[in-house]
């Protein structure tokens, strides 16, 4: 009885330990990933010179608000903002049906021309006509200056789609399916009421990477739109541009570089916190949804 006591105590300590263990490296991880991040949000309301010299590690040395009240002091700023959240939503709508519509069919085993339209999708991944003529389909289909140059020419992301029909093969039982024929459900209404339901992890994920990629889109906007369409990126590109520009002119002035160049730096920090605070406030709201519990007792037996 005493060696088994000394046995379990052991093997108890030898638990705490690995979890003692296991924490650590977590928590390792989360500062290595988190803290650019933090010191990039910390850099933005530091002195630029002193951000360079290595005086900010955990609190904004020489603590400014130039850099936002520069950001936020141009118009573009909130014509951006708007145009980047109308973009985002229609785009991600746009691509998670798009997606949805085109990966169910595929994931149909007796889909009439599975296999050669598989071998089409998989062609536009490795070949592409390029910039050129992308830029003359779109002008020819009357999409300059359309946000919809920003959607329909990539509509179906391949390498997403595939995920998405593997998701529908692997994770959504066919028996599932079978049965709500049985009931008298058509395929639209199985698709509704059965397919959609049960694959809304896969949804969110497909919702996370559509908003990132549309989020972050500029170089579409800046050949296809209007600049009063810019989307928020390139509103932010054109403010660094524009403050670079402003430094390079007043180089021949004296004092007025040191001042522009100490602006201009301080941008920089400032407009990727601006641009990523959308999502990074989104993001923590759509997280929970990655949580994979929608199939349990989907199907017993």
Known sequence: MENKKVKSSSAGLS???SDIILVAITFLVLLIVAYPLYYVVVASFSDPYDVYAGKTFLL???FTLSGYKAVFAEKTIVSGYINSIKYTIIGTIFSVTMLYITAYPMAQKDLPGRKAISIFFLITMYFGGGLIPTYLVVKQTHLIYNMWSLFLPGGVAVGNMIIVRN???NSIPHDLIEAAGIDGCSKFRTFISVVIPLSMPIMAVMVVFSMVA??????TALIYLHADQAPLPLVMRNIL???SASAAQASTISGGFAEL???TESLKFCSMIVAAAPMLIVYPFVQKY???GFMSGAVKG
């Open 214 to 219: 549309y989020w972050n889109d500029w170089f």
């Open 15 to 17: 638990d705490k330990t």
């Open 167 to 169: 998701f529908f093969q």
């Open 241 to 243: 541009i524009k403050s």
């Open 60 to 62: 904004p040395s020489g």
């Open 261 to 263: 160049n100490k602006l």
């Open 290 to 292: 990655f949580e994979k």
